[in-house]
């Protein structure tokens, strides 16, 4: 089994910054890729970022892309998700996750094994 904690979500204005962490424990070895994905109130969960183990390959959703960072720390187990320029249609719960199978699509969330709790980011315009 994997944990997966997030932190740093938050109320922030449109055009502000902030970035989230998703600490992994247990078995971190049986996983590759890490994502983020986001569900708003009333919508589906959509993909925002994914990463591979290695941390060298990285993907991003259109709606994010030049402004949303993710990047991981190996040693630490951590992932993080720097959002910047923040919008008010970035609002929802954001999740971590991670999937054990290296060939899955990273941007759908049915190939992630593992989810972390959520955490709530609110961008007011």
């Known amino acids: 089994q994997v944990q997966l904690v997030e932190s740093g979500g938050g109320l922030v204005q449109a055009g502000g910054s902030l970035q989230l962490s998703c600490a992994a424990s247990g078995r971190t070895y049986s996983t590759s890729k890490m994502g983020w994905f986001r569900q708003a109130p009333g919508k589906e969960r959509e993909f925002v970022a994914a990463?591979?183990?290695?941390?060298?390959?990285?993907y991003y959703a259109d709606s994010v892309k030049g402004r949303f960072t993710i990047s991981r720390d190996v040693a630490k187990n951590t992932v993080y998700l720097q959002m910047n320029s923040l919008k008010p249609e970035d609002s929802a719960v954001y999740y971590c996750?991670?999937?054990?199978?290296?060939?899955?699509?990273?941007?759908?969330?049915?190939?992630?094994?593992?989810w972390g709790q959520g955490t709530q980011v609110t961008v007011s315009s």
């Open positions: 996750a991670a999937a054990q199978d290296y060939y899955s699509d990273y941007s759908q969330s049915h190939a992630y094994d593992y």
């Open positions: 990463i591979s183990r290695s941390g060298r390959n990285t």
